[in-house]
């Protein structure tokens, strides 16, 4: 296992055709003057397609910051932001809006299912609003994938915590997103749910080809990934590829000797 600060790739239209998302120079901070707070510092990274990448760090570090402005959920203070081709930063609010919709997935810790539609109804409703027809063979494969063939028409009352999370994953898989975006999306399960969930992403990952970014604190969660990004105060400080839970467990060690904490 190698671990090493991650660089940036040559910028040829090659490079480009193989990340789903990447950031240049991306700073983000908080107020001004004596009151300011950087919470990402001239990031540059590339989240590579098709894979499977974890963002870690102790709290504060900017590792949500960082997700939230790949996202397009969070506006940059300064630098630039592509998904896909598309440079986000330069968008106005209602193309970024249909940019999100369109080619972002995201899978968050609360399931977001509604309560009235069925499981099948809620994967759709994404497409339905969109006034989209879901890709029949494509919508059918996602769902074998994450297991839900018996359960799409269970109200998500009928459902356990990890089926719910199920139905989420599916909702943002099924619209084909150029990238999906995680934020501890196995935060509210039991470590049997979260295990199947994390195999799921993997699964959608190798089968499926799929971009996942994923937001953990969680060892064990992030050596599901391809690869692991450490953040510390605003900065990616290393990278870990092929990671095992052992190996993250002691990185994340390393941060806690310096006087941080998790």
């Known amino acids: 296992m190698t671990t090493s600060v991650s660089s940036p790739p040559a910028r040829g239209s090659d490079s ?19 009151t300011r707070v950087v919470a990402l510092d001239a990031v540059d990274v590339d989240m590579p397609r098709g894979r499977f990448t974890a963002i870690m760090g102790p ?9 939230h402005c790949l996202a397009g959920l969070d506006t940059a203070s300064s630098g630039r932001i592509w ?8 968008l106005k609010d209602k193309r970024l809006t249909r940019l999100r919709r369109d080619s972002i997935g995201f899978v968050f810790q609360a ?13 759709t409703l994404p497409m ?4 989209r027809t879901p890709d029949r063979a494509w919508l059918d494969r996602v769902v074998t994938t994450v297991g839900l063939a018996g359960r799409l028409k269970h109200r998500p009352a009928q459902l356990s915590g990890g089926q719910q999370q199920r139905v989420a994953v599916a909702r943002a898989l099924a619209a084909r997103p150029e990238i999906i975006f995680g934020d501890e999306p196995t935060g509210n ?18 089968e499926l080809g799929q971009t996942i970014v994923m937001v953990t604190h969680d060892p064990v969660a992030a050596s599901y990934a391809d690869r692991v990004l450490y953040l510390a105060d605003g900065r990616i400080v290393d990278e870990m590829h092929a990671p095992t839970a052992d190996a993250v467990l002691e990185r994340m060690k390393s ?4 006087g941080r904490t998790s």
């Open 189 to 206: 399960l039991d470590s049997r749910a979260g295990a199947e969930i994390l195999g799921f992403l993997r699964r959608s990952v190798d």
């Open 59 to 67: 709290s504060g570090s900017g590792k949500s910051t960082l997700m």
């Open 83 to 90: 998904v896909g081709e598309t440079e986000i930063t330069k």
């Open 255 to 258: 941060f806690d000797s310096r």
């Open 111 to 123: 399931f977001n299912l509604l309560p009235t539609l069925t499981a099948l109804e809620n994967i």
């Open 128 to 131: 339905d609003i969109a006034g």
């Open 16 to 34: 480009h055709a193989a990340v789903a998302a990447r950031a240049r120079g991306l700073t983000k901070a908080y107020g001004s003057g004596e």
